[in-house]
């Protein structure tokens, strides 16, 4: 009797112990949240030019959340600046480009936790892109003619050197393991009606790997280049006349572009790259889409209300503010198949742009 006992009891035991062990091995532990901005876009605030009000906003994928404020909310009620440019991001980090007061605050983009603030040898910095371990963000500062490509080490964000140009420092890329700069764009009469003048049409590939000036590509001398965006290894770079648009597509290992036509919709002066389709705006804040290998575009998707100065197209969903300098701003969400509205609300001022977290 008493060997059964002790027979039943190491049955169940290694019953027990097996039962665990097949548990153990069906358990699925999923990836811990990295924190409350996770899944959504971060919305850039400007800020007035004169007073502090920069900031950053937040909506989740869903909609369902909307935040104001995350910069000072989650650092203590620090205030971040006057003129918020733009955001980059590096791994886990968000970088923050104000170009007044001359920073870059480097935050956690799914806390927003300020991890370091860089002030090194800024000068009005702009745009911001990444390479490797390192870091580029442009300076173009119109009083002082100061027009450079600043690099940085991600490690430890020192100062490596500056890439100086002749005529513009403006947006920046990288494709294909080349730094592209806009040099060149857009300058004004120096008396009345101050009608836009273009400043040239070059733009410049700078080589990561010596952090030198590797080519120089000289666009056709069509209207003023308006914008330069990356997208799968290639940058994509737009101008516009009072007549027609144009995008060059730069190959920058070789130096070259090949050009998309846009005729008959003067004026597009934002452009953006979402599911292999073109979408892009033009002065009268209507949106259009077509296709990358085609020259013809949609009728517009939608126009926009207001001041149109934030915009991209992200996952199908177009975003677009209506930006106020002295008030709060209002954003519009839209469906890109047709241009209903998703979402509407109240940001920061000045809102500038959309990124995907």
């Known amino acids: 009797m008493k060997i059964r006992k002790i027979l039943s009891l190491a049955f169940a035991s290694t019953l027990l112990f097996n039962v665990a062990c097949s548990d153990d091995n069906d358990i699925v532990i999923d990836n811990p949240p990295k924190g409350a901005y996770e899944n959504?876009?971060?919305?850039?605030?400007?800020?007035?030019?004169?007073?502090?009000?920069?900031?950053?906003?937040?909506?989740?994928?869903?909609?369902?959340?909307?935040e104001n404020k995350l910069y000072s909310r989650n650092n203590n009620n620090e205030i971040l600046g006057s003129v918020l440019q733009t955001i980059g991001f590096s791994g886990d980090n968000a970088y923050l480009v104000s170009n007044v007061p001359n920073k870059i605050d480097i935050v956690n983009r799914y806390s927003f936790k300020k991890q370091a603030t860089v002030t090194s040898n800024l000068d009005n910095p702009r745009y911001i892109t990444f390479s490797g371990n390192q870091y580029y963000v442009t300076n173009?500062?119109?009083?002082?003619?100061?027009?450079?490509l600043n690099v940085y080490n991600t490690n430890n964000n020192s100062f490596v050197k500056s890439i100086n140009f002749d005529r513009l420092a403006e947006k920046v890329v990288e494709a294909n393991g080349s730094i592209v700069v806009q040099?060149?764009?857009?300058?004004?009469e120096t008396t009345p009606p101050y009608n836009e003048l273009p400043t040239g049409y070059t733009i410049t590939i700078v080589k990561p790997s010596t952090n030198t000036v590797d080519k120089v590509v000289t666009l056709p001398s069509n209207g003023i280049i308006r914008d330069l965006?990356?997208?799968?290894?290639?940058?994509?770079v737009l101008a516009s006349s009072s007549t027609n648009?144009?995008?060059?597509?730069?190959?920058?290992?070789a130096g070259t572009f090949t050009t998309t036509s846009i005729t008959g919709i003067p004026k597009v002066l934002k452009l953006r790259i979402d599911a292999n389709k073109f979408y892009f705006a033009d002065s009268s804040n209507k949106i259009y889409s077509m296709n990358l290998d085609s020259s013809t575009p949609s009728t517009a998707i939608v126009t926009t209300?207001?001041?149109?100065?934030?915009?991209?197209?992200?996952?199908?969903?177009i975003f677009?503010?209506?930006a106020s300098y002295t008030a709060d701003s209002k954003v519009y969400i839209y469906n890109a198949a047709n241009g209903s509205v998703l979402k509407s609300f109240n940001t920061g001022i000045a809102t500038n742009g959309f990124y995907k977290n």
């Not at 173009?140 to 450079?148: A, L, S």
């Not at 040099?183 to 004004?188: A, E, P, Q, S, V």
């Not at 965006?229 to 994509?236: L, P, R, T, V």
């Not at 209300?305 to 992200?314: D, M, R, T």
């Open 320 to 322: 677009a503010s209506d």
């Open 40 to 66: 959504g876009v971060l919305i850039s605030n400007e800020g007035g030019f004169s007073s502090p009000t920069s900031e950053v906003s937040f909506v989740s994928n869903d909609f369902g959340t909307v």
């Open 229 to 236: 965006i990356s997208y799968n290894g290639s940058a994509y």
């Open 305 to 317: 209300p207001g001041n149109l100065y934030g915009f991209n197209v992200i996952d199908g969903k």
């Open 245 to 253: 648009s144009y995008i060059y597509k730069i190959n920058a290992s």
């Open 183 to 188: 040099t060149d764009g857009i300058t004004y």
């Open 140 to 148: 173009n500062n119109f009083g002082t003619m100061v027009k450079k």
